[in-house]
């Protein structure tokens, strides 16, 4: 036996190995994080794959490929179709995705995300998500310029005259669109040829924007953020005056407001974040 202390593994305070077993801990298990791969891609293909497609998107080999399916398959991770041989996620995998869908708060995830992104576009961003009658704002986190309009928790946001609300008026479920416009005495908007066309662009954009439109001087644009079933969780926006926020699609202060959406698009579950 080896008494040398020199070469005895130093024992941690519970017992276990000390900064080797740490180490250990800290880098995880190679051969789970390799195999995920074949579950991210899965995820990114919507849909079930060959053997060597499948691989081929994980980039591995399909011999290397294939032992980890076998294992997957064996706990319900994935699921091999018995006639095209296709692979595809299986009932676990399901399972777990359902429960934390379930487990996930939309809000408490955005007003946590807001205080960085007011920073990131230099002034004041809300989130707002579809209440009884419309589009309610439900979050407001004041950036570093201030912006003198009574924005607050609870605050309706008009589909017809707000980025946060074209952002509803584009995403949200045609009939129950139909019927707030008309509460805000927009029952004709959906045959205004302009309205019309403003929402394909947001659709296709992917953000609303607004200048001088409510006040004169103040400009706000908005972003969609959707959930696990392809669903309009939430929008968020940021508001401020119009020499200060740059509306053009590829502007610094765009793309912020795309990539919080993104991030919490990913967490509640969407493919492909946006």
């Known amino acids: 036996m080896d008494m040398n202390p020199a070469r005895q593994p130093s024992l941690a305070t519970d017992g276990g190995l000390g900064d080797e077993a740490e180490s250990r801990g800290s880098r995880g298990i190679q051969s789970v994080e390799v195999g995920g791969q074949l579950l991210k891609a899965l995820v990114r293909s919507g849909s079930a794959l060959p053997l060597k497609d499948l691989a081929r998107a994980a980039g591995m080999a399909a011999a290397k490929a294939h032992p980890y399916l076998v294992s997957f398959g064996k706990i319900g991770l994935i699921e091999q179709d018995p006639v095209s041989g296709h692979y595809g996620l299986g009932p676990l995998a399901l399972q777990l995705g359902l429960i ?38 439900v979050h407001v986190e004041h950036g570093p310029t201030a912006v003198h309009v009574a924005m607050r928790h609870g605050t309706p946001a008009s589909l017809r005259h707000t980025g946060t609300g074209k952002i509803f008026a584009a995403f949200a479920p045609p009939a129950a669109v139909t019927e707030a416009l008309a509460r805000e005495g927009e029952t004709h908007a959906l045959q205004d040829p302009a309205f019309v066309a403003e929402l394909d662009a947001i659709r296709r954009e992917r953000l609303s924007r607004v200048r001088d439109e409510l006040l004169p001087g103040i400009s706000a644009m908005a972003v969609p953020v959707f959930d696990g079933f392809g669903r309009l969780a939430l929008a968020i926006a940021a508001i401020g005056p119009s020499a200060l926020l740059d509306l053009s699609p590829g502007s610094t202060q765009a793309h912020a407001l795309r990539t919080a959406a993104e991030r919490l698009s990913q967490r509640l579950g969407a493919i492909g974040g946006l």
């Open 100 to 137: 934390g869908l379930q487990q996930v708060d939309p809000v408490r995830l955005a007003v946590a995300e807001l205080p960085a992104l007011a920073q990131a576009v230099g002034c004041t961003v809300s989130a707002a998500v579809w209440g009884p009658v419309g589009p309610i704002i």
